[in-house]
C-alpha cells in the first residue's frame, strides 16, 4: 500500500471537498466572497496535493521540472485567493501590501514560465531518491533560478500582510479571530516556506510537501467559516425568539409597526397597522394611496413629513384622523425615529401607531364637561350679583320711563318745545342702547359656548367686569384700585371664560372682606406684562388664606361660604389651565391675599 | 308760593296747584336729567345732585321743600343723607327712590324718617303722589 498515494489523495480530496462545499455557498448566497475566495484557496490546494503527488512519481528530471512548473499555478490561486480571504473576513491589511503581493506573485508565475525550467530550477540535472513514508521518492538536484527571488519575496509580503491584518484585529479587540486565523496562516504559511528552504538547501532529506501545509491551513479556516455559520444559526434563532415576543407586546398593545423608505417612497407594515388605517391586507400601498385615507385637514401635515423630513429633528411625531370604509373615524397616533446614512441623508423612518380614538373622545367630553362647569358656575355666580345687575338695568329703564312720560306731558300742553322732544327721545334711545348692552353682556355670560380663542385686551376685560359689577361692590362698600399696565398686548384666549375667572375672583375677595371691620375695604386689580406672560392679580384687604390652605382652596367643594357651591377657583383654575397660563394665590404683607393668574400672549401679534 | 332765586328752573306751565322746588339726588346722570325733566313737565321746579355730599353742601342755601334721594351712590349713601340731614335738624321730607330691593333696606329708611320708598323705574303717578304726601306730612 503506498502511504504516499493514500496521504496525498485524502489531502487532495479533503481540501477539494472543502472547497465545493463553500463554492456551492457562494452559489446559494452570491455576497458570501468571503467563501468564494476559501473555495478557491482549497481548490488550490486540492490540485497542489496533486502536483505534489505527481512529483513524487516523476521518472525523469525533465518530467520533475515540468510538475513543478505546472504546479505554480495553484500556488498562484492560492496565494491570490488567501490575501483576497484576509482582506475580507479581517476587513483589515494594507490595501498597497495586498497588491503588491498579488503583483510579485504574479510576477513570478510569469518568470516560471518564462525563465529556466520552471521558477525554482534553472535546470535540473538529475534526481536523487530519499526514503519517505516507505517509499523511494526523488527529490531535484539542479541549478536554482535565481528569480525564485521574486517568489520568495512574495511569501515574505504576504507573511507580513497577514501579520499586519492580525495585529488590527487584535488592536480592534478580536483577539480569537486574530489569533486562531491568523496565527494559523502564519503558522501554516511560514511553516510550508521553512520546509521548501530545508529541502532546497538540502538540509532535510526530504520532498516537497507544500500542500500538506496548506491542508493545514485551510482546516483551521474551514473550522473558523464552519464556527460562523453555526453562530450565524444561533442567532437566527434567538432572532426569532425576539422576534416572537415583540409581536406578543405588540400585539398586547395594540401597536401598528410601519417603515417608510424615503429613497424608495415605500410603506412596509404589519397587518394590523393597515387594519389601524382600513387598508385591505393585499392592497399596494404607495404614499397617495395611504393619503387618501386620512381625514384632508391631516393630508398636507404628513405628507410633508414623509416626503421632506425636518432636518434638524430625528423624532416623528402626528395625530391624525382616519377615514374608514364604512364611514368611522378614527383617530391615530403615531410616533417614529429617523435613521440616516453616513451622509446625514435620511434613509428611514421607522414607527409605531397606536389607536386613540377613546383618548380623543374622552378628551373631547373633558373639555365639554369644563366648558358646561364652567356656564353653571357663571350662572350661578351670576346669581350672587345678580341683584347688582337688576340694579344696572333698573337705572335705563327708569331714565326711559320718566323721560317719556315728560314728552307726555309736555305734548299734553298746547303749545311744546319740539326741540325738547327731540331731546328727550334721544336720551331715551340712549337708555335703552345701554339696557341693550348689559343685556347683551348677560347673555354672553350665559350663552352656552365652546372654547374660543380670539385676542383679547387684558385692560379692557378688566374694565368690562369691573363695570358689570360696579354696583354690586358699590353695596357691599368695597373701594375699587385699578393699577393698569400701558400698552399690553393682546393674549390669545376665550373672553367670556376669561371674565368668569375675573368675576369669581373679584366676588370671593368681595366675600373676603364681608366682615364688618375697622380695616377699609379695598379691591385692586392690577394688570402687568411678566415675560411673554400677561399677569392679572386682584388683591384685597380681607382676612386672607389660612396658612396651609393655599393649595387646598383650589380644590372642588372648597368652600367658606354658606351657600357657596365651591367650584369657583377649581373651575376658574382650569379655564386658566386650559390657557396655558398659571394660577395661584398667597397672602400679603399688610394683610389680605391676592390670587394672580397669568395668560401667554398672543402670539399672532406683530 | 314760594318764588326762589339760584339755580331752580322756574316750570314754564304751572300745572299743580301748587309749586315745589325739588332737590333730585341720584349718582346715574341720565336717571337725574329724566327725572328733573318729568318734574319740570309736572310743573314744579327742581335740581339734580350728583352726590350726597354736594346736596348736603347747598341745602341749607337753597332748600328745597322736598328730597328725591336715591340708596346706593358711592361716597355718602342714601342713608347716610338722612342721617346727616336728622342730625342737622333739617326737617326736610325724604322720599327714597332706589332700584335696589335689598330685604331690611325699607324698613331701615322708614325708620330715618323717610315719608315714602318709591322703586325704580319710578312711575308719574305714584311719584306725584309721594310728593303731596310729602308736603302733607
Not at chain 1, 256 to 270: I, M, N, Q, Y
Not at chain 1, 326 to 342: F, K, N, P, T, V
Not at chain 1, 454 to 469: E, F, G, P, S, Y
Request: net charge neutral; charged share 20%; with cysteine.
Amino acid at each position: 500500500m503506498s502511504w504516499v498515494t493514500v496521504v496525498f489523495s485524502m489531502a487532495a480530496s479533503a481540501s477539494l471537498t472543502l472547497a465545493l462545499i463553500h463554492g456551492f455557498i457562494w452559489w446559494r448566497q452570491r455576497d458570501a466572497w468571503v467563501n468564494l475566495l476559501f473555495s478557491l484557496v482549497a481548490l488550490g490546494t486540492a490540485a497542489l496535493a496533486g502536483f505534489n503527488l505527481a512529483v513524487m512519481r516523476a521518472e525523469s528530471p525533465a518530467g520533475f521540472a515540468a510538475v513543478i512548473r505546472w504546479a505554480h499555478v495553484p500556488v498562484w490561486v492560492i496565494v491570490l485567493a488567501l490575501v483576497g480571504f484576509v482582506r475580507l473576513y479581517f476587513l483589515a491589511g494594507r490595501t498597497w501590501l495586498l497588491w503588491t503581493v498579488c503583483g510579485l506573485r504574479t510576477v513570478s508565475l510569469l518568470l516560471n514560465f518564462l525563465t529556466g525550467q520552471n521558477l525554482n530550477y534553472r535546470e535540473i540535472t538529475g534526481l536523487r531518491h530519499v526514503s519517505f513514508l516507505g517509499e523511494s521518492v526523488p527529490i531535484a538536484v539542479g541549478v536554482p533560478n535565481p528569480w525564485m527571488l521574486v517568489g520568495q519575496l512574495s511569501l515574505l509580503a504576504m507573511v507580513i500582510f497577514v501579520a499586519d491584518a492580525a495585529i488590527t484585529v487584535w488592536r480592534r479587540g478580536d483577539r480569537r479571530l486574530a489569533a486562531f486565523v491568523g496565527g494559523s496562516i502564519l503558522l501554516f504559511v511560514m511553516g510550508g516556506a521553512v520546509q521548501d528552504a530545508l529541502v532546497f538547501w538540502g538540509v532535510v532529506q526530504w520532498p516537497l510537501i507544500p500542500s500538506l501545509f496548506y491542508v493545514g491551513l485551510i482546516a483551521a479556516m474551514a473550522y473558523e467559516l464552519a464556527g460562523d455559520s453555526l453562530r450565524a444559526a444561533q442567532l437566527a434563532r434567538d432572532l426569532h425568539a425576539r422576534e416572537e415576543e415583540l409581536m406578543l407586546a405588540v400585539d398586547a398593545a395594540s401597536l401598528g409597526f410601519w417603515s417608510w423608505e424615503f429613497a424608495r417612497k415605500e410603506f412596509w407594515s404589519t397587518e394590523h397597522w393597515r387594519s389601524l388605517f382600513g387598508i385591505a391586507k393585499a392592497e399596494r400601498l404607495d404614499l397617495d394611496y395611504f393619503l387618501q385615507h386620512l381625514h384632508p385637514d391631516d393630508r398636507e401635515l404628513t405628507r410633508q413629513a414623509l416626503v421632506e423630513p425636518d432636518p434638524n429633528n430625528s423624532r416623528y411625531q402626528t395625530q391624525c384622523r382616519v377615514l374608514l370604509p364604512d364611514g368611522r373615524m378614527r383617530w391615530i397616533a403615531s410616533q417614529g425615529r429617523i435613521e440616516y446614512d453616513r451622509n446625514g441623508k435620511s434613509i428611514l423612518l421607522r414607527g409605531v401607531s397606536l389607536d386613540i380614538t377613546h383618548v380623543k373622545q374622552m378628551d373631547l367630553e373633558v373639555e365639554a364637561h369644563r366648558n358646561e362647569g364652567a356656564r353653571l358656575s357663571r350662572a350661578a355666580s351670576l346669581g350672587e350679583f345678580s341683584s347688582g345687575l337688576a340694579h344696572e338695568l333698573k337705572q335705563p329703564l327708569t331714565a326711559i320711563l320718566s323721560n317719556a312720560q315728560a314728552a307726555q306731558l309736555f305734548l299734553a300742553r298746547d303749545t311744546y318745545d319740539l326741540e325738547q322732544i327731540r331731546d328727550i327721545l334721544r336720551d331715551i334711545v340712549t337708555a335703552d342702547r345701554r339696557a341693550s348692552d348689559i343685556i347683551s353682556a348677560l347673555r354672553l355670560l350665559l350663552k352656552k359656548s365652546e372654547f374660543q380663542r380670539a385676542a383679547v385686551d387684558a385692560n379692557q376685560l378688566i374694565n368690562d367686569v369691573l363695570k358689570l359689577m360696579r354696583n354690586d361692590l358699590l353695596a357691599r362698600g368695597v373701594l375699587v384700585v385699578t393699577e393698569l399696565a400701558d400698552q399690553l398686548p393682546s393674549i390669545h384666549g376665550d373672553r367670556v371664560q376669561l371674565q368668569q375667572v375675573l368675576i369669581n375672583l373679584i366676588l370671593n375677595a368681595s366675600d373676603a372682606m364681608s366682615q364688618p371691620t375697622e380695616k377699609p375695604r379695598v379691591l385692586t386689580a392690577r394688570s402687568r406684562q411678566v415675560e411673554s406672560n400677561i399677569q392679572i392679580s386682584v388683591a384685597d384687604t380681607g382676612c386672607g388664606i389660612l396658612p396651609g390652605d393655599e393649595e387646598k382652596i383650589f380644590e372642588p367643594y372648597h368652600t367658606t361660604k354658606p351657600q357657596g357651591l365651591g367650584l369657583g377657583l377649581s373651575l376658574s383654575r382650569s379655564i386658566v389651565l386650559a390657557h396655558d397660563g398659571r394660577f395661584w394665590a398667597e397672602n400679603q404683607a399688610a394683610g389680605g391675599a391676592v390670587f394672580h393668574f397669568t395668560i401667554p400672549k398672543w402670539k399672532g401679534e406683530p | 308760593m314760594r318764588r326762589r332765586q339760584g339755580w331752580y328752573k322756574e316750570a314754564i306751565f304751572p300745572r299743580t296747584a301748587f309749586v315745589l322746588m325739588i332737590a333730585v339726588v341720584d349718582d346715574e346722570e341720565s336717571v337725574r336729567k329724566a327725572v328733573v325733566r318729568l318734574l319740570h313737565a309736572a310743573g314744579h321746579a327742581a335740581r339734580g345732585f350728583a352726590s350726597g355730599a354736594e346736596f348736603l353742601q347747598s341745602w341749607q342755601v337753597d332748600r328745597p321743600d322736598c328730597v328725591l334721594l336715591d340708596l346706593q351712590m358711592p361716597g355718602l349713601s342714601g342713608t347716610d343723607v338722612q342721617q346727616a340731614l336728622r342730625r342737622a335738624g333739617a326737617h326736610l321730607p325724604v322720599v327714597i327712590i332706589t332700584a335696589n330691593d335689598r330685604p331690611g333696606a325699607r324698613e331701615e329708611c322708614i325708620r330715618e324718617g323717610a315719608v315714602a320708598y318709591l322703586y325704580k323705574p319710578l312711575d308719574e303717578g305714584i311719584l306725584l303722589n309721594a310728593l303731596k304726601l310729602a308736603i302733607g306730612a
